[in-house]
Each structure stands twice: as C-alpha cells, then as structure tokens.
C-alpha cells in the first residue's frame, strides 16, 4: 500500500475522532466582532498553537497590536504562524485560514445552539464548521494522522493562521510584509482553503476573485431636518437628489452605467469560454437557493460570467433617511448612500474612483440642484486572477481526482479574498484556492454545516495535495 493510500485509511478509521476535535473547535465562540468574545478569540487561537506544537510543529505567536472597537480598546487576536519541518531538499507549501467566525445567536433562528456542534443527516452543524474551523483544522488533522501512521511529511508547511478575518484582517497585511523574507522565506505555493464549490457535488479549484471598491455618495442640504408639509416643494431636498443619482449608477439589467467603466476589462478569449462548460451549476437550482426566480441572464454561462470575471455594481443602503417602522414626514437635512463596484481584470482601483467621481459630478450638475454633494471612497481592494494550467493548480487538480475520482471545476469567485492577492505580491509566489466546504453550507448565515462527506473527503484532499506538491515540477 502506498503511502497516501494509507494515509486515506487511517483518516476514514478516524473519522469520528475528527468529527470530535470538530465539535471541541466549535465549542470557542471566536466572534471577532464581539468585544465581549474577545477572549475566546484568543482562546481559540491558544488552542490552535498548542494542538500544532504537540504535533511537533513550531510556532511563533505574533501580536497585531490595539482595536478600537465601537470605542473599545481592545488587544487584537494573535496571528499564529507556524512550520512543520525544515528539510531543503522538499518544496515548502504556505496554508491559510481563520480561527474567527461569525456572530450566532439561538434566536436568529437557528435549530440548535450554533457553539454545539449537531450531527444531523450526514452535516456537521455549528458556527465555524465550514468557514472556516473545519478547513482550519484539516490541516492539523493531515500532519496528526501522517505521523500517527508513521508516514514522512512530503513537504515542509508553513502555516497562517489569524483571528481577525471576519472583521477585516485588521493587522494582518502588516505582518505578512513583514515576515515576507523571514518566517516566510523559502515558501514555495501558497494554499487556501476558505471558500466554496460552485455546487453540491462537485469538487472545484477556485483561480480568480473580484475586487472590490466601495463609496459613500453624501447629498448635504439645510442645517437640520425639515417638516415636508412647511418645506416640501420649495427646498431642493438631499434624498430626492440622492435617489436620481443611484437611480444612474446601474439599470435594471445589471449594466453599469459609469462611462468608460467597462473600456479596462479583459476580453472573454476562447479558451476561458470552453472552461464555463460542464461546470455543476444551473438556473434552476440557483432559483430554489433564492427562493424566487429573478435571474436576469438567460444563459448560465452569461450568470457566471457576471459573477466572476465582469465587473458589477450594487446598492446597498441610504444613512441619515427614516427607516423605522411607521411614518415620519421628515425631509432629512444629509443623506449618505453606500454603494460597491466589484472589480475585475484589468481595471485599476485608481482609475476606477476617476471614473465615478467625474461621473457622479456631471449627473449632479445636471440635477442643477443647491445642495452640496460629495462622493468618498472608502475602499479599494484589487482583484486576483491566477492561471488554472500553473503546477500548483495542476497539483490540486490531480489531488482531487485522487480523491472524488473526477476533474474538479475550474470557477472564478465573485467576491473577494484580499489575503489572497497579499500572499502573492509579497511572496511572489502562486496561490491556489482550495475549498473544502459546497456551496449549500450556509456560511455567515444560520444553521452553518459542513457535510461529514466534505469534511473527511477534505482531510483526505489536503493531504493528497501536499503529496502531488513534491510530486511537480513547480518550475514548469
């Protein structure tokens, strides 16, 4: 037997036990939004940093600094970074992930406690499981159980691990450039397995991510609020300006309506159109996701197309206006609108803000409004894009077909994963997107599951990965 044929053995014997340090995992409220849970944060990752050095890993534990959170000063969780062997004659592979999760609460509407991990149906149940607790730990399962079946790491790993990802990474960015040509030094790929399958059954490997860049369109009027039966009709009213100008960002078919905004976009090329073939993915079963169908395209092809690779923009909320239940005939006196543009290959942050300002400055001059209208950028994170046929991809590919015994999807994400593009300017190194989890877990949102399937056929890929790793040629 070989030795990742062993190896898959021994994780299918001890797969309960998985499903246990799983549920011990769960257990820490790591909510990194909380200043209440800031301690379990740490505690999660002290116990991430124990678990790794009892497996004879070594570690360095890294302060990010001070949080002012909702005015609270707080210590900021400890990034926890760590290798498992030091032998130059093997490649060195860099991993990934978060020991934060979400906030949960029992009466969101979940079925159960969301810190106790539930077997339910073949799904492991609990905040944290599938984003990103169970990816997390697959990789100290994977070093565990080859030196509990006595088989040789084919690699030496390096691992991140940080606290901070669900509220934005805050000091992560700092470390990273800073450990680049240290703890880092002699990192050959960069793995990541905090994502999703495009669908339930197919496994995938994730090669682009779109950027994001976020703005506050502000409309400012009188000193204060105004009674609309007094002021309606006679004063140029903040909201009602406001409403024009998001009315022209994107119109009804998704189109983006800045001019010039779609002039930097990289042109679909053949090769990338035969890749939309055969994925897991149909209208239908994204309608039943939704609840409803609204699905604008009438192509799948064209629905993932404006998922990944075009650049898109939506709406997301008006500060200053009445929201709360009942009526108010209140003309507020300063109105903020809060928009994002997901951003794709080639265009450029910078170019990008150029755009919408000018834009969003002539259509206010159309208005010939008197009110004061200002447009703030607030964030400006770039896209990432990274070759399918790369030999870090051609491992994960072939990991997966040892695994599932099929060629797994090659998607693009619509989101964004930043750390993702900082690994790879920093290190200058290729960074593959592996996720363990599907589609239909419930990330962020209640009842958050991993299926025991993807779980421990997970365990099974991380490790087969690192095998096909000192297996390539990473210079071809």
Request: proline share 5%.
């Amino acid at each position: 037997m070989g030795s990742v044929e062993k190896y898959f053995e021994l994780v299918d014997q001890n797969q309960q036990q998985f499903i246990e340090t799983l549920r011990e995992a769960v257990a820490i409220p790591s909510v990194s939004s909380d200043a209440s849970r800031r301690g379990d944060v740490v505690r999660m990752g002290e116990w991430l940093q124990a678990r790794w050095e009892a497996a004879g890993a070594v570690c360095k534990r890294v302060e990010p600094g001070k949080q002012d959170l909702h005015g609270v000063e707080l210590d900021l969780p400890p990034v926890i970074l760590g290798q498992y062997g030091n032998d130059p004659a093997k490649k060195t592979v860099l991993v990934y992930g978060h020991y934060d999760v979400q906030p949960a609460l029992l009466e969101d509407g979940w079925d159960t406690d969301p810190f106790t991990l539930v077997e339910k149906d073949d799904r492991l149940i609990g905040r944290g499981s599938t984003d990103d607790k169970g990816p997390v730990l697959g990789w100290l399962l994977c070093v565990e159980t080859h030196k509990q079946a006595g088989i040789e790491m084919p690699v030496n790993l390096k691992f991140c691990w940080e606290g901070m990802e669900e509220s934005g990474s805050e000091g992560l960015d700092a470390i990273i450039e800073a450990e680049a040509d240290k703890w880092f030094k002699g990192t050959d790929v960069v793995c990541i397995s905090d994502n999703y399958w495009l669908g339930t059954k197919k496994p995938c490997l994730t090669h682009g991510l779109r950027g994001v860049s976020y703005f506050h369109l502000q409309v400012e009027g009188p000193g204060a609020d105004l009674h609309s039966g007094v002021f309606g009709g006679t004063v140029h009213e903040p909201m009602v300006d406001l409403v024009h100008l998001l009315a022209k960002l994107v119109d009804n078919s998704g189109r983006i309506q800045v001019p010039g905004i779609y002039d930097q976009v990289m042109p679909v090329s053949d090769a990338e159109e035969r890749t939309y073939e055969g994925l897991e993915f149909s209208h239908n079963a994204l309608a039943s996701d939704l609840k409803r169908d609204i699905i604008i395209h009438a192509e799948e092809r064209d629905t993932l197309k404006h998922r990944w690779r075009f650049p898109t923009l939506s709406i997301h909320g008006v500060e200053g206006a009445f929201y709360a239940p009942g009526d108010k005939t209140v003309i507020p006196a300063r109105v903020r609108g809060k928009f994002s543009l997901r951003t794709v290959p080639n265009m450029e942050p910078e170019k990008v803000a150029q755009l919408v300002k000018r834009y969003l400055q002539d259509e206010f001059a159309k208005l010939g409004s008197k009110n004061k209208m200002t447009v703030i950028e607030t964030h400006a994170g770039r896209w990432w894009y990274s070759s399918p046929n790369h030999p870090n991809f051609v491992a994960g590919s072939r990991a997966t077909e040892k695994v599932y015994g099929v060629k797994p999807d090659l998607t693009r994400e619509g989101g964004s994963i930043p750390v993702t593009l900082t690994f790879e300017e920093n290190l200058g190194v290729n960074v593959l997107l592996l996720p363990m989890g599907a589609a239909d877990d419930g990330a962020h949102s209640i009842n958050e599951k991993i299926d025991k399937r993807n779980y421990i056929q997970g365990i099974k890929l991380l490790g087969a990965y690192l095998h096909e790793v000192a297996a390539t040629d990473m210079t071809a």
